[in-house]
């Protein structure tokens, strides 16, 4: 009998608990205009190239899910989002003058950790974001070891 009380008790305190906890999907559209502010010269072995971004804005997603815990009007939501985003450069041998256009996507994993505040209709968040690179932009880096030099996880 005290078991069945104490499993009736622990459940009729969970039950406000599991009010307060939502889930959710988000989804959206991102852009990114690259700016180069001058012609950047790279040296591939005896073969010098320039490089300079395409101006126009390339389009990418995100999306992901969400965990929002509020508690006294103040919530704490975690998510995890998958992002792409594409650049695209024209690429000159110096020597031959022939030009490429070289495209690098970029698939990202982002975790943030939102603080929050509803203030009527408006969410205020603030707080860290890990992202970790899915993928490395190879396309312009000619180095053995270019898997490493994207393989970190950033904090900001």
């Known amino acids: 009998m005290k078991k069945v ?10 039950i406000p608990a599991f009010s307060q906890l939502k889930f959710g999907i988000e989804a959206g559209a991102s852009t990114t205009s690259l700016n180069m502010a001058t012609l950047k010269t790279l040296t591939s072995g005896t073969t010098s190239y320039t490089v300079d971004a395409l101006t126009t804005a390339k389009y990418g997603f995100h ?9 006294f009007g103040v919530y704490v939501q ?12 024209t690429v000159k041998d110096v020597q031959t003058s022939a030009s490429t256009i070289v495209k690098q996507s970029f698939n990202k ?11 009527g209709p408006l969410r205020l968040n ?5 992202s970790l690179l ?11 070891d270019y898997k490493s030099m994207y393989s970190k996880m950033t904090i900001g």
């Open 134 to 144: 899915l993928n490395s932009p190879k396309e312009l880096i000619d180095n053995p």
């Open 78 to 89: 975690p998510e995890v989002l998958f992002s792409t985003r594409s650049n695209e450069y």
């Open 5 to 14: 009380i104490v499993i009736l008790f622990a459940t009729l305190i969970a």
């Open 126 to 130: 603030a707080g860290p974001s890990a």
């Open 63 to 71: 999306g992901g899910l969400f965990m929002r815990l509020t508690l």
């Open 109 to 119: 994993l982002d975790i943030p950790v939102m603080i929050g505040y509803k203030l």
